[in-house]
């Protein structure tokens, strides 16, 4: 498995374990690299998406939920909302992830960890993040 796969995998565990315990981060993080082996590029990479994630999560999770027509974040199931977190944060705030690489690794988690539909909603909801960010941009130039 690539390493920044193996990190996504990582970072989704990572948020999806701050969002059910409520913890911090740091705590999180602390626990978890405690439990495994892991590669240091792979462990950076993952603290580095949740990270990013957790920092901006006001926002992401705005944009998700402006965007998911007839579902309300808390009624997301757990795992779903974690994938659309860091799929929303690959979209917007990192330019060294092409849009469909993002979306891409999001609908594989999704299809991994999540339901036999889970894969469509995702892949969905992050196409409109998408299609929002790109008019967001021709809009400010």
């Given amino acids: 498995m690539r390493k920044r796969t193996r990190a996504r995998e990582y ?3 990572l948020l999806y374990e ?3 315990t409520g913890d911090s981060a740091g705590t999180v993080l602390g626990r978890f690299w405690q439990r495994r082996k892991y590669n240091p590029e792979v462990r950076d990479f993952a603290a580095e998406l949740v ?3 957790f920092a901006n999560l006001t926002q992401i ?3 998700i939920a402006e965007h998911s ?3 309300e974040m808390d009624r997301m199931p757990t795992i779903d909302r974690n994938i659309l977190r860091l799929g929303v944060y690959e979209l917007l705030y990192r330019d060294d992830i092409p849009p469909k ?5 999001a609908v594989e988690l ?3 960890f999540s339901t036999s539909d889970s894969g469509k909603f ?3 909801i992050l196409d409109k993040v998408m299609t929002f960010k790109q008019i967001s941009v021709i809009d400010s130039e």
Avoid: Y
């Fill in 11 to 13: 970072a989704l565990q």
């Fill in 18 to 20: 701050m969002d059910i």
């Fill in 51 to 53: 990270g990013g994630t």
């Fill in 61 to 63: 999770d705005a944009l």
């Fill in 69 to 71: 027509e007839h579902w």
């Fill in 101 to 105: 690489v993002a979306i891409n690794e």
């Fill in 110 to 112: 999704a299809h991994k």
């Fill in 122 to 124: 995702v892949n969905g």
